[in-house]
């Protein structure tokens, strides 16, 4: 019998592997935001990029990495970068990282001081090392052990429990992000330990409860995987299994999930581009989510 898990992987990479059309910033059926494009378009190489890591890559995927391929070797895929100035050094940085083998890209081009420390948080560090790192690209950010206390999965505090909401959207992604980098996207230890480990998986159990309530589907999703980064069994946690059940009720029947929250959900009334641009981030993340939660933990 397939499990919920499986479900909802086999559902969303079908999904994504028919919406190939709108992923590609040069199809007439993509979305008409340029950004959006190009940040399609990167995400869908991250989702590529952790799946051929895995013992097994579901064929699914095939087209969607014959797409990245394709989009790597234009040499104008990346002037949409440029187009959005305050995105266009981390798109870059992205895109240099997760070039697929065998395409060497453009050139890289970064903002003077972009690779520097100063002035960014510590979780905007670790983003860039992150990157830089898989990107081969030399930098002036300190090592992860330096980070980690700074980071918001240690520094964040406890959660006041008479809010409704624990912790404001920006706070829950930079929270679930940075255990993706730290542990890239969940092949390494994370480097939480003891007391600081169980601080962190509170916040990340209190969040995820508070999205299952609230159907913020994109959010549980990845709360889900970082609850498996931090070493928990999602499946067998009630926060992890109350929030798998969450999304498997939220998927429609042609595999997507349709809206980063049920407030924020496609209708009958939009377009086809329009249902793209509110569906593909989270039927993407629990895509992610569920090939690697189900593929289990690196010896």
């Known amino acids: 019998m397939t499990s919920p898990l499986d ?38 190489a991250l989702l590529c990029h952790c799946a051929a890591r895995l013992d097994s890559v579901p064929d699914s995927l095939t087209g969607a990495a014959g797409l990245i391929r394709a989009l790597w070797r234009r040499p104008d895929f990346p002037d949409l970068f440029d187009v959005h100035p305050g995105h266009a050094s981390s798109y870059w940085l992205i895109y240099t990282a997760l070039a697929p083998a065998g395409t060497d890209g453009t050139p890289m081009r970064l903002n003077p001081g972009f690779l520097s420390p100063h002035g960014k948080s510590a979780y905007q560090r670790i983003e860039i090392r992150y990157y830089a790192d898989k990107a081969g690209v030399r930098h002036g950010i300190e090592p992860y052990a330096d980070l980690v206390p700074l980071s918001p999965l240690v520094a964040r505090p406890a959660p006041d429990p008479d809010r409704t909401e624990p912790l404001e959207a920006p706070q829950a992604y930079a929270l679930t992000h940075t255990a993706f980098y730290l542990s890239d996207f969940g092949r390494t230890d994370p480097g939480l330990t003891g007391d600081v480990s169980a601080h962190a998986m509170g916040l990340v159990r209190r969040m995820l409860n508070h999205c299952v309530t609230h159907d913020r589907w994109d959010l549980a999703a990845e709360l889900l995987l970082t609850e498996f980064i931090l070493g928990a069994d999602p499946l067998r946690t009630p926060s992890g299994a109350a929030a798998v059940e969450c999304l498997v009720r939220a998927q429609s029947s042609d595999g997507s999930i349709p809206g980063r929250s049920a407030a924020l959900r496609a209708t009958g009334s939009d377009t086809a581009g329009e249902f793209f641009s509110k569906a593909y981030h989270t039927t993407l993340v629990t895509a992610l989510m569920a090939l690697i939660v189900s593929s289990g933990r690196t010896p």
């Open 7 to 44: 479900r909802l992987s086999d559902g969303a990479l079908d999904w994504l592997a028919g919406s190939l059309d709108h992923f590609d910033p040069y199809s007439s059926s993509a979305p008409s935001a340029t950004h959006t494009k190009a940040k399609a378009a990167l995400e869908l």
